[in-house]
């Protein structure tokens, strides 16, 4: 739906971009947010929808770093248009898609396929990713002049490591002449073998491989260190251990070109999960109980480390939370826990998930909203920053949200084609009333009120 002009009335403005957080009135027209504030009835046009915004969270759009869309070669898992349908729903109206597609994003004419279904497909802002290595095999860099002509916003090879040093330092060195991010998915293959969740109790309880925190931490400090030696632009995806953290801590002191993200199932959930939240094993082996839809790289971790990301987050060692939203197909995850697929299917439940930590005090509202917002943007670059504001003049890019409103996860009702989550059948407190991605009504929820449109006296 076009929305001319649309007033959000009575809303909790939080726009971390100008350190805002208070009770306002957000007025979109043309695209454009228009004006924000206290807005008296002069300044309201005759005819203007309104929405009563009490209660509710304005906020700017959420941006995720990172999500895979699957599209093209995989859209039995997800497609970009069913993926953009899930991102609106979550809230989110800048998307990043990871280049692990079949073709793989190494190539211009693939960037721009992603793009023209973007274009034909996407109710959000869909940004690719290139890859850092031809066909993603680690051996030989891809065409990144070329890639990043063609508008990638980053480079990755995400799903696998970039796990040749020298590569890494070449794609470091290139990706500060192109100012763009390399984003690694940091697993050192030697140490993580065949593993499948983490080192700890409940693998061996379960008799699964586990994955050592290590695997994770030495390529991190690998990374900075090449980092340091070129001074390439490093973001490290999906930080997972307590122990990363200090990594990250210190290379940004030290000045560093070092940014970081986390995912909503590394903030709230453990190791323990994979046992079966509910009881109810999706899958049963030698009578004992596993839930395959916890699987996922970086693997959920122990309490520890859950909460030493919470507080990174919170202090800003970590720049901002990605949803890694990693759609698979049923017959991808009902199979033993060793043979399933890794990955959550995320974008829904990210607001629901992050939530938690707001209603537990571990984490201010505004600085969940700058995590999902001026975080990213920050590791975007300075031209992206419009996206993360709400400030008169900018793309109406907004998101309106009930931070209180219970709701149970039901993945039939997902708008992803990825029902692969460990949190079906969950009550969640916190979702999104409706979504707006330059003016226009992208996501509303049953919950969203308009009054009657406005008057002047
Ligand atoms: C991702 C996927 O499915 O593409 N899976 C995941 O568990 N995060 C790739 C990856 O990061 O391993």
New binding site residues.
Partial sequence: METDSILIRHARIVDPSRKLDRVGDLLLGSGEITAAGRLGPDRIPEGCRVIDGAGLVASPGFIDLHC?LREPGFEYKETIAAGSKAAAKGGFTTICA?P?TDPPVDNAAVVEFIQKRARQDSLVRILPIGCVSKGRKGHELAEMEELASAGVVAFSD??DPVYDANLMRLALIYSSDLGLPIIN?CQELSLSCNGVMAEGPVATHLGLDGIPAAAEETMIARDIALAEATGGRLHV??LSTAGSVPLVRDAKARGLSVTAEVCPHHLTSTDQWVLGRKGEPTTAAGGLAYDTST???PPLRAQRDVEALVQALADGVIDCVAT?H?P?DVTSKQVTYQDA????SVLETALGSLLQLVHAKKLSMGAMVDRLTTGPARVLGESYSDLASLQPGTAADIVLFDPEREWTVDTSEFESKGRNTPLEGTTLKGRVVATFAGGSLIYQSPELKFEEPHVNA
Avoid: E, Q, S
């Fill in positions: 895979h990871m692990n995400d799903g998915h995806a999906h699987k996922v790289y890694d990693a698979h697929a890794f990955g959550i």
